[in-house]
């Protein structure tokens, strides 16, 4: 028999030729209800493969049906994380998926490029954080909806960085922990794409940086497991670096513009592809969550919001995880491309949310917002 390796999804594949392999789900993939039929906390789905030895093939033990080079059978998936294993002969090809049991409808809403609503608390030192603007829109939003908020801040901007950020306001970012979180996002602004060619011990340092400060002024209890490097662009080194402090996931557009993955981090063509019409993916080698973004508010007007969701949302494999995102530089009236209705856009986003029966969770509680 010739040599094997290890193929790009996962599967044990001949040097001379792929003897068997599986096409679906693929390696990484993160299935749900709407994969199959799920029912008292198991998920019998269908699993599709080519061999080039038409003969008995199981799948995990199932007989599979073979027609042509094509095969598919019919598993039970119970665990969170399980090997999918298909076999013929003495060749097999073995992948890992993740069970997301129990999927429901949920969103989370994230801020992206934050820094000058902490400089102008640092500068006022207003009684409450909630008497900043910024951070009263988003109490308002929680209240009436329930909305859970992370923000993706930087270490500094002109004038100011988070060492200049005080501690007296610790014990209200404490109490509002449950909902409002802080997350790394960048040292700053500029340059943009910081991280698109950045070693593993330069995005180390930058995330050190600034999750310390967080923990200085505001607590340990408002630090999250998923964020969004800034541009949404950084190398495999990059991410494994957030990953080995803590990351679980990260949060992108995923798409391709001029046959380039743009805003996937080190994600090649076809994984960029996958998830451009998925709501996530585990990169197995990393054991890293890739989670799309579905709206930028920032992008949107408010008369196109619910109409760019219902969109999203006839699509099952896009469904079920709603990840929202705008970013802080509009809502400032001093800002070039200032947003007059910045607010507007937030909250009927939100509000799409709670009328189609989305529920506000964290992805870092539980699985992805699934309690266990």
Same mark, same amino acid.
């Given at each position: 028999?010739?040599?094997?390796?290890?193929?790009?999804?996962?599967?044990?594949?001949?040097? %001379?030729?792929? =003897?068997?392999?599986?096409?679906?789900?693929?390696?990484?993939?993160?299935?749900?209800?709407?994969?199959?039929?799920?029912?008292?906390?198991?998920?019998?789905?269908?699993?599709?493969?080519?061999?080039?030895?038409?003969?008995?093939?199981?799948?995990?033990?199932?007989?599979?049906?073979?027609?042509?080079?094509?095969?598919?059978?019919?598993?039970?998936?119970?665990?969170?994380?399980?090997?999918?294993?298909?076999?013929?002969?003495?060749?097999?090809?073995?992948?890992?998926?993740?069970?997301?049991?129990?999927?429901?409808?949920?969103?989370?809403?994230?801020?992206?490029?934050?820094?000058?609503?902490?400089?102008?608390?640092?500068?006022?030192?207003?009684?409450?954080?909630? %008497?900043?603007?910024?951070?009263?829109?988003?109490?308002?939003?929680? #209240?009436?909806?329930?909305?859970?908020?992370?923000?993706?801040?930087?270490?500094?901007?002109?004038?100011?960085?988070?060492?200049?950020?005080?501690?007296?306001?610790?014990?209200?970012?404490?109490?509002?922990?449950?909902?409002?979180?802080?997350?790394?996002?960048?040292?700053?602004?500029?340059?943009?794409?910081?991280?698109?060619?950045?070693?593993?011990?330069?995005?180390?340092?930058?995330?050190?940086?600034?999750?310390?400060?967080?923990?200085?002024?505001?607590?340990?209890?408002?630090?999250?497991?998923?964020?969004?490097?800034?541009?949404?662009?950084?190398?495999?080194?990059?991410?494994?670096?957030?990953?080995?402090?803590?990351?679980?996931?990260?949060?992108?557009?995923?798409?391709?513009?001029?046959?380039?993955?743009?805003?996937?981090?080190?994600?090649?063509?076809?994984?960029?592809?996958?998830?451009?019409?998925?709501?996530?993916?585990?990169?197995?080698?990393?054991?890293?969550?890739?989670?799309?973004?579905?709206?930028?508010?920032?992008?949107?007007?408010?008369?196109?919001?619910?109409?760019?969701?219902?969109?999203?949302? #006839?699509?099952?494999?896009?469904?079920?995880?709603?990840?929202?995102?705008?970013?802080?530089?509009?809502?400032?009236?001093?800002?070039?491309?200032?947003?007059?209705?910045?607010?507007?856009?937030?909250?009927?986003? =939100?509000?799409?949310?709670?009328?189609?029966?989305?529920?506000?969770?964290?992805?870092?509680?539980?699985?992805?917002?699934?309690?266990?």
């Amino acid at each position: 028999m010739a040599a094997s390796r290890t193929g790009g999804h996962g599967c044990v594949q001949n040097t %001379e030729t792929v =003897v068997i392999t599986i096409t679906t789900p693929i390696d990484g993939a993160i299935l749900n209800r709407h994969d199959g039929d799920e029912e008292n906390g198991r998920l019998t789905t269908t699993v599709r493969g080519r061999t080039d030895r038409p003969e008995s093939v199981l799948v995990n033990g199932v007989q599979a049906t073979v027609q042509g080079n094509d095969f598919q059978a019919r598993i039970v998936l119970t665990d969170r994380r399980s090997t999918v294993t298909a076999q013929v002969g003495d060749e097999t090809c073995s992948q890992t998926v993740l069970y997301d049991r129990g999927s429901f409808k949920r969103y989370r809403f994230s801020l992206d490029d934050d820094i000058w609503f902490l400089r102008d608390i640092a500068a006022s030192r207003p009684s409450s954080l909630f %008497e900043n603007p910024y951070m009263a829109l988003w109490r308002r939003l929680h #209240e009436r909806y329930g909305t859970k908020v992370n923000c993706n801040i930087y270490f500094q901007c002109d004038g100011f960085d988070l060492t200049m950020m005080p501690d007296v306001y610790r014990r209200e970012w404490e109490d509002n922990s449950e909902w409002f979180r802080l997350t790394f996002h960048a040292l700053q602004n500029e340059p943009k794409e910081p991280y698109i060619a950045a070693a593993y011990d330069e995005v180390a340092h930058d995330y050190d940086l600034i999750t310390n400060e967080i923990v200085r002024f505001a607590g340990e209890s408002v630090m999250n497991e998923f964020t969004t490097i800034h541009w949404g662009e950084a190398t495999r080194g990059g991410c494994r670096a957030v990953r080995d402090r803590g990351i679980r996931g990260l949060c992108g557009y995923f798409v391709m513009r001029e046959g380039v993955p743009k805003v996937s981090y080190y994600l090649d063509g076809e994984q960029t592809d996958y998830l451009g019409t998925h709501d996530y993916w585990l990169d197995t080698s990393e054991d890293l969550i890739f989670i799309r973004h579905d709206i930028v508010a920032n992008n949107v007007r408010p008369e196109d919001i619910r109409g760019h969701l219902d969109r999203t949302a #006839e699509n099952p494999q896009q469904r079920d995880v709603m990840e929202f995102m705008i970013h802080e530089q509009y809502f400032y009236p001093e800002y070039r491309a200032h947003l007059p209705d910045y607010a507007e856009r937030c909250e009927t986003t =939100v509000r799409w949310a709670a009328d189609n029966g989305y529920e506000p969770v964290f992805w870092s509680d539980g699985f992805l917002g699934v309690p266990e």
